[in-house]
């Protein structure tokens, strides 16, 4: 069984303490990884200050030549983390609508490319005879990254990338679950990157406990659950780190009665189930008008009947299993209540037999807000269909869940929807799509969802504290 060890201040560890990795198309181990503990941490944490003392003070051009160099490595190593990432979290190579392993790796190196060529110009605020004002934006220090299990690879990218890019080195503990593509890229961009600028430590949540809390940490960097990530801005308070949480999502998509029923549906199927509805933004509520509500429930319900789920390894294989059995318990809960409630299954509905954590894609219709599964984030293969009358009470209504992470309208009229779309309480709204994300667009959540913004200048700039400077003429 192959080993994978962390990477502090450019070497591999020597700790002798491994726990095993456990794929989720069959339940069982397939590879081990160094087991991180505080003492690793500190170590980890002391040679990123050590390092930032160089690297923050290297010109923007050194820094972007190594991040386009980071990214040869993902496309070098390509089929490499591919293989890692299906493994551990069951996502296909492929995937429904190519949502898989290869477009997170793809993607890494997408943003990657984009964040390097992103440049931190100098403000100025004031330039005429009594003095010249300027704004410089200067790197934090360390930053911490804590990353979840649902796209591992590429959620790590879009902390690390940004954080070096700026000036800052970076210690990043990836999810206990899913830790293998991100310690092996680690490994790699070690080759790449001078000792000590990006470190890798694993470990349970003492490990992620001590990062959050450590005094010469300047910055977290957090994307999970929203009761974790309100421990960690307590944690936090200590020396008053900077914090960006991206958190938990139950989005709303809003169908008006004048789409094309079919191509919608094929849409919305897609925009629901990908990675097995595994992703923060993935379309987790949807209301449909009574007018094709019966159409579109129809549909959907075909497109889950036709979809293969398999294990990621196998050719043709659209949708893979639940990552681990816990949230694969989580689901199956929210399935029995909504079945106890009067929901009713057009799609799916049971645990598939056999090994793996697998669960058929599943459609519930006839469910309103105060149910659990319209209410609560399932993070897995089912979605409550709710009908409504009127677009400005199912507007008024979907507002009211205590996430805000994304949204979309979707309408063959495109003015009406973008004036519709401002009126969701969300950090960001899609029209005829969802979950879009892209390295020039901003994304972060609003309410429980978060605060704080990753991509594009808005990201690189939460990167980084605000020094300005008052010259007299």
């Known amino acids: 069984m192959q080993l994978y060890n962390m990477t502090i201040d450019g070497v591999a560890d020597k700790s002798t303490q491994y726990v095993d990795v456990i794929n989720p198309a ?83 190196i997408a943003w990657t490319q984009y964040t390097a060529e992103l440049e931190l110009a100098v403000d100025i605020a004031q330039d005429d005879a009594d003095a010249r004002i300027e704004v410089h934006r200067k790197p934090l220090g360390v930053v911490g990254s804590i990353t979840p299990w649902n796209w591992p690879l590429m959620i790590a990218i879009w902390h690390v990338i940004p954080a070096l890019r700026a000036g800052n080195t970076v210690v990043i503990k990836p ?28 470990g349970d949540g003492s490990v992620g406990a001590a990062l959050t809390s450590h005094s010469d940490v300047n910055k977290i960097i ?22 960006t949480l991206e958190l938990g999502g139950n989005d709303a998509g809003i169908v008006l009665p004048d789409v094309d ?3 919608t549906a094929a849409q919305l199927f ?18 449909v008008h009574e007018d094709i509500y019966e159409e579109i429930c129809a549909e959907m319900a075909e497109h889950a009947k036709k979809v293969t789920v398999g294990n990621g390894l196998e050719e043709g294989v659209e949708l893979g299993p639940i990552q681990n059995e816990k949230q694969l318990q989580i689901v199956m809960e929210l399935a029995a209540d909504a079945k106890a409630n009067g929901g009713r299954f057009v799609a799916g509905g049971n645990r598939i037999e056999g090994p793996g954590y697998f669960f058929e894609p599943t459609l519930v219709a006839d469910l309103k807000d105060g149910s659990r599964l319209v209410d609560e ?16 009470d199912v507007i008024t209504t979907s507002n009211q869940n205590d996430c805000g992470l994304g949204g979309s309208i979707w309408s063959a009229d495109i003015e009406k929807a ?23 667009m901003p994304f972060g959540g609003i309410k429980q969802s978060g605060f704080g913004v990753e991509f594009g200048l808005y990201g690189l700039e939460e990167c980084t504290s605000i020094q300005a400077l008052r010259i007299p003429k």
């Open 261 to 263: 029923v079919k191509s």
């Open 418 to 440: 973008t004036e519709l779309a401002k009126s969701m309480e969300c950090g960001s709204v899609w029209i005829n799509t969802h979950g879009a994300v892209q390295p020039n």
């Open 26 to 108: 069959t339940g069982e181990a397939f590879a081990q990884c160094q087991n991180g503990n505080v003492d690793t941490l500190n170590s980890a944490v002391s040679a990123a200050r050590k390092a930032f003392s160089t690297w923050g003070r290297t010109s923007s051009d050194e820094r972007r030549a190594k991040m386009h160099e980071l990214a040869n490595v993902l496309e070098t190593n390509m089929p490499e983390l591919m293989e890692l990432i299906t493994k551990e979290t069951g996502k296909p190579m492929g995937g429904l609508n190519n949502v898989g392993s290869g477009m997170e790796v793809g993607g890494a």
């Open 377 to 392: 984030e399932p993070f897995g293969p089912i979605v409550p269909i709710i009908k409504y009358s009127d677009i400005n």
């Open 175 to 202: 999810s206990e679950l899913t830790p293998l593509a991100t310690m092996r890229f680690i490994e790699l961009a070690n080759e790449v990157l001078p000792a000590g600028v990006l470190n890798v430590v694993t």
């Open 270 to 287: 897609g925009a629901c189930f990908h990675n097995n509805g595994q992703t923060c933004a993935a379309l987790k509520r949807l209301y």
């Open 222 to 243: 957090f994307t999970g659950s929203t009761p974790t990530g309100k421990h960690i801005m307590a944690s936090a308070a200590g020396n008053l780190k900077r914090l």
